[in-house]
């Protein structure tokens, strides 16, 4: 109202600004008909003030009906049985569980349990959590390639514990064959005598094995060929 009224003021100034400027200039018929144009310009402004003002109502009808954002948001959760405290513990297991998978950390299978009982959990239905747990992270365990925690090899004739290290297919690194000596104690009594057709464990480095392996790896130089000494 203060605003409709406020422009009515400004309307009746404007026309009687217009008035006094031509007033002296214009005729009789043209004066009249300036106040006539005046007269419909104030009609169709306040027209349209008014239906701003029913906006403006309509609009404040429509906040002051609104529900507050955690009404909303607790009930949601109660179309789950849960709470604000059940979904935030449920975030932060979400978020254990996908640093696992990230990290791959074995066993890959103790990771699909963990993402089964996610996925079992209602919560899981929420829009926050439902594409995440019910796809993303299956998807991430489907293109994990876990290698198995140990492979089988057969010894063939001049087989080293060194060579069998540094195998691609084993560990890619020479240094490392001291893992094949301590997971095969009950076979090899010395480490410089292997045989043809036993049958050693090569199991997976640790994270900080593979690490300290490395690092002898880069750090190694080998010792310069000895040069022979011309005879006379």
Known sequence: MKIQKYLAGLVALLLLANVNLFAQEMTSEEWQNEINRLTERKASLTSELTALQND????????????????????????????????????????????RINRQQLPKEDRQMELNTLKANKISALPEFYEKVHNELQRKLDAWDAKPSEIMYTVVKGDHLWGIAKKKEHYDNPFAWPKIYQANRDQIKNPDLIYPKQIFKIPNLTEEEKAKYDKIKRNYKPAPPVQSQSTN
């Open 56 to 99: 403006v109502n309509s609009l404040r009808a429509t906040l002051e009906g609104m529900q507050a954002w955690e009404d909303c948001r607790d009930e949601l959760y109660a179309l789950v049985g849960a709470t604000k405290a059940d979904v935030d513990a449920f975030r932060s297991e979400v978020e254990a569980v996908e640093g």
